[in-house]
């Protein structure tokens, strides 16, 4: 949703309680690496706004409409990895994902997640390049 508004997410930060509330903190920038202006910024909090509001959005046709306006990824070589860590922690499974960034990514991961009907507890992302 903050990709439809016209922002990047460069690092998010989210946690889950045990009674169910959900804390997220986004790190956003514009696509040329500056910070959000103001009008972007209330679009982004408006489209944030109805997702919270449960309205069922198809998002991924979306997104993918819709490509990075500028590509930096270009500069990385990252090959897709997945790795299961059950030593991490005493009480998770710590998952962590290496991919090259694009549209829909993390709308990918956490549906694919949700579909195998596991509950992210927290997670923390952050985007290179």
Known sequence: MIHLAGANIIDARIHATRSGWAVDNFLIQDP?????????????????????????????????QRPLPHHRSKAFDVDPRVLFDNKASNRFTVI??????????????ARTLFEEGLVVHSAHITAYG
């Open 96 to 109: 962590e994902v290496n991919a090259r960034d694009r549209s829909a990514l993390l709308n990918r991961l």
């Open 32 to 64: 040329h690496g500056a910070a959000v202006p103001r009008s972007g910024a209330a679009r982004a909090d408006r489209t944030l706004d109805r997702g919270c509001a449960r309205h069922r959005i198809a998002l991924e046709p979306r997104l993918v």
